[in-house]
């Protein structure tokens, strides 16, 4: 049973397309995030969704849209995809209790090529 | 603002030999403290957390790390490695009122010679 699925593993795409990246969590969790970690292996936060509302937005270009149409998805749809954006991104989710953080649960990521 | 600062970005060891990881943090609020490891072209798991109590956490294949708050460090340690822990390894930080955000570190590569 995966706990934080994503599709796809694998995006090769030209420059300019438009593509989506889709997250599920079957953990019950109520808080999913985004995270881009670039060729040098540096991992950043790019958006949180709490309960379906937007709770972090990181400096990204707003080329990058999240949707999350339930707690249990969280879809990335980027527009005018350019070189800059090939990366791996990973979907994660955790259950915040109301005394702090708890772990966070990673997907297996998604690789994207922009050629 | 918080940050994190791995001090070592490659770390060599001959297998069975101990190995510790550096991990130094910068925060102005408590923190809580988690290492996570990423094997070659799979996610991120989570290796050990620490959010509170006890400064030596203990977590899963091993590792243990010691939560040191005035010298803002939490490193990680294992007495004897093994091939299979050849991996990517990040400490990553966080607190409380920050919608669980976590700023990692820039990642220390272990690699495990026979």
């Known amino acids: 049973d995966t706990a934080v699925s994503q599709t796809p593993k694998y995006l090769v795409t030209q420059m300019g397309n438009d593509k989506s990246i889709k997250c599920e969590q079957n953990?019950?969790?109520?808080?999913m995030y985004w995270y881009k970690q670039d060729s040098k292996k540096f991992l950043k936060i790019m958006f949180s969704y709490n309960n379906k509302e937007l709770i972090i937005n990181e400096t990204v270009p707003n080329r990058f849209s999240p949707k999350s149409p339930d707690k249990a998805h969280l879809n990335l749809h980027i527009n005018s995809l350019e070189l800059g954006d090939s990366a791996v991104y990973f979907c994660a989710s955790s259950q915040v209790p109301s005394g702090g953080p708890n772990e966070q649960f990673f997907g297996p990521g998604t690789r994207l090529t922009v050629l | 603002a918080q940050s994190v600062t791995q001090l070592d970005s490659q770390v060599p060891v001959f297998e069975e030999a101990p190995v510790e990881l550096r991990c130094n943090y910068s925060s102005s609020v408590s923190v809580y403290l988690f290492w996570y490891v990423q094997y070659p072209n799979q996610g991120l798991q989570l290796l050990l957390k620490?959010?509170?109590?006890?400064?030596l956490v203990k977590g899963i294949n091993g590792f243990e790390a010691e939560f040191n708050k005035s010298q803002t460090s939490f490193h990680l340690r294992k007495p004897s490695v093994q091939i299979r822990d050849t991996a990517e390894y990040f400490c990553?930080?966080?607190?409380?009122?920050?919608?669980?955000?976590?700023?990692f570190g820039q990642g220390t590569t272990l690699q495990v010679k026979p």
């Open positions: 620490y959010l509170s109590g006890s400064t």
């Open positions: 953990l019950g969790h109520d808080t």
């Open positions: 990553a930080v966080t607190s409380s009122g920050n919608t669980g955000k976590l700023i």
